[in-house]
């Protein structure tokens, strides 16, 4: 994934803005620190997002951001990251169980009205048994 950064001279520091991670503000003395800083963030909030069983943030199109005038004067670079990296490749794999125990995750979702498929529902029910 490439997020988009947004790096701007303020007094005597660069501060640059991911606007896909709106809470990371980072200040750094030159445009390479603030970078560097940048792809170091991404890789701990990937770490927090998937500690806490939250969706990774999608990366954006610079393009989306080139006319928005909250970014007018930035200078733009990218932050490159390969997910895969910290979470390892898909594994597919297959389940057996009991027609009786699947009905009854299936009532439990329709009942809770989540939208939810029975494969979103045992990779949480994973993340929750290895906390």
């Known amino acids: 994934m490439n997020y988009p ?3 701007k001279k303020i007094e005597d520091n660069y501060h640059a ?16 620190d603030c970078i560097a800083t940048a792809h170091q963030a991404v890789i701990e909030h ?21 006319l928005d005038e909250e970014y007018q004067g930035c200078l733009w670079s990218m932050v490159n990251f390969d997910v895969k ?9 297959t389940i057996t169980l009991h027609q009786h125990l699947y009905d009854k995750v299936k009532n439990h979702l329709k009942e809770q009205g989540k939208a ?14 290895v906390k």
């Open 5 to 7: 950064v947004a790096i």
């Open 46 to 66: 990937f770490i927090d997002f998937l500690e806490e069983n939250k969706p990774l943030p999608k990366a954006s199109e610079l393009e989306d951001y080139l």
């Open 85 to 93: 990296r910290l979470v390892g490749k898909e594994i597919e794999m």
């Open 17 to 32: 803005h991911l606007p896909d991670f709106p809470t990371l503000e980072i200040a750094e003395q030159s445009i390479a």
């Open 116 to 129: 939810m498929d029975f494969n979103e529902f045992v990779i949480n029910a994973i993340h929750q048994a």
